[in-house]
């Protein structure tokens, strides 16, 4: 069983910066980890992944803006959001799947997920 605590979420003016952390309590080693975020009306959507080995995927729009990390023991899990847009405004949340690979798996797929943190950028 794994437990998923989102924190870091808040508000910030267009062009800033936002840091989002998920503490992961349980075995996540051999997980594929990842950030999604749902907007207001809209699906929700991944962000960023990251497979047991360390590699990464983003998705187009916050490709060169959002990087994923995280700790060498895994505990936890870190996006970090440069250049926000308006259109970045959504609740981001924080998932594991007991998968090490995370190429293929939509958001479904997920097993374990957090509650949810809110980020909100004004224009």
């Known amino acids: 069983q794994v437990r998923l605590v989102e924190s870091g979420g808040g508000s910030v003016q267009a062009g800033g910066s936002l840091r989002v952390s998920c503490a992961a309590f349980?075995?996540?080693?051999?997980?594929?980890m990842g950030w999604f975020r749902q907007g207001p009306q809209k699906e929700r959507e991944g962000v960023a992944t990251?497979?047991?080995?360390?590699?990464?995927s983003y998705a187009d729009s916050v490709k060169g803006r959002f990087t994923i990390s995280q700790d060498s023991a895994k505990n936890t899990l870190t996006l970090q959001m440069n250049k926000l847009k308006p259109e970045d405004t959504a609740m981001y949340y924080c998932?594991?799947?007991?998968?090490?690979?995370?190429?293929?798996?939509?958001?479904?797929?997920?097993?374990?997920w957090g509650q949810g943190t809110q980020v909100t950028v004004s224009s």
């Open positions: 990251i497979d047991s080995d360390g590699s990464t």
């Open positions: 349980g075995y996540t080693d051999n997980h594929c």
């Open positions: 998932a594991a799947d007991p998968f090490p690979r995370c190429l293929g798996l939509k958001w479904a797929d997920f097993r374990y």
